[in-house]
């Protein structure tokens, strides 16, 4: 062909078939070096993706999928993709087996008291020059406590992204139903103690005809009832970080425990359990909530209930509450959870990944998740931010000045899940308080002691 050519271009003389080869040649060049260009082009414009796990279901979901399209809208550069998956607080089964197969997101939204557990486990990644390469004094700018539960020795792993606290939740229509004085339940009144919300509760217990709740006062671990509530509500300490030991046989962790194990021995556990598989059972829609359909008068829970009740029950009559203290005088008490953003090891994106969390754990994402979820922001500015918290948050809001929050260990989910067996146990009655917590702290301390 170079030769044809040349022989072309000096004027030598040439057959009509050679010249529909060269013609034939060169088209060929035309459209190879055309596509080679729009490739080229095509490649330049296509947006990088950063791929978002979350196991959050309804409504969370949705409004993180909205803070995802608004990041989008303003970002074309680097995209990010909503995925949902399965998991909960401490399962992120589907997070470890996609990161050790290599097919892990590039973020994911992880409960931020077990990032100490899985940064100890080597699956996410160190964003503590990331973080610093942002903003050097985002420390400064996020509640102390999240901060802590985002490190795990002396390193940085995740975001911190939305908190909460719990209190007592009241359905004002079912005390006036059944003629019930319910004025002690006023929160200007400070915190009642456990022995009114036991009176309180037994007003409104009823049976029907075989002896089974229709209508109960108070499960004291039903919802946000947890061992982290009650434990820290009886004075309980649940670790000593200075030693690197947990607590669970603290006194008042027991304490807690014991008034789980009297309050359903009193009831009678069955029929607790009954009324919990039939008002209560697993993936319950939000109408079908006992508080809602006026089965359950009080229950303790976080500050997104207050969203699913104005969207859910906008005719119910509800307040709000301090946790009930163990004896008159006690202070109040609560604790805050909350979630974070990771990047997981593997992620090739790892500098998009953070750009996107700025966003999301930024105060647009925080504001939109607050106002869309109901779970509160991290972020100082916001906390003080005037207006944000509507009347029906502001105690929450003041939750925040004395909230406790859980031990960030780098054993917190297992502990979390043999808290929860031990809790289990006690609310059936099979096992006394202690011995159930003995073997809570036999099963974790010795996972905690190789982190000495």
Known sequence: MPEAIFMWSIGFPLSGGSMKRIIALISALLIVFVGFSFMGCKKQTVAEEVVF??????????????????????????KAKFVQVPGSETDNTALMTAVRGGTGPDVYMLDRFIVAQRAADGILEDLTDSINKVDPSFKSKVLPFAWEEAQFKGRTYAFPFDTDTRVLFYNIDMFKAAGIDYSILDRSNGPITIAQLRDLARKIDTKDAQGNYTKIGFIPQAEQGWHYTWGFDFGGEFADMAALKVTPTHPGVVAGFQFLYDWNKEMGVTQVQNFISSYMPPNN?????????????????????VNTLERYAPDVNWETTYIPVPKAGDKPSTWAGGWSMVVPKGSKRVEAAVRFMTYICGVEGQRKYFIGNGNAPTLVALLNERGLFPPKKAL?????????????????????????????????????????????????????????
């Open 396 to 452: 929450f809001q003041e939750n925040l000045g004395f909230t406790r929050s859980r031990p960030a260990l780098p054993v917190g989910a297992l502990y979390w899940d043999a808290l929860s067996t031990a809790q289990d146990m006690v609310v059936q009655n099979v096992q006394l308080p202690l011995e159930a917590l003995q073997q809570a702290e036999a099963q974790v301390q010795p996972q905690l002691d190789k982190f000495r």
């Open 285 to 305: 829609p939000p109408q079908n909530n006992p508080f809602i359909t006026g089965n359950l008068a009080m229950k303790v829970t976080g500050d997104w209930e």
């Open 53 to 78: 796990w979350t196991s959050h279901g309804p409504p969370a979901n949705t409004v993180l999928e909205e803070i995802v399209n608004d990041y989008n809208a303003t970002n074309p550069a680097v």
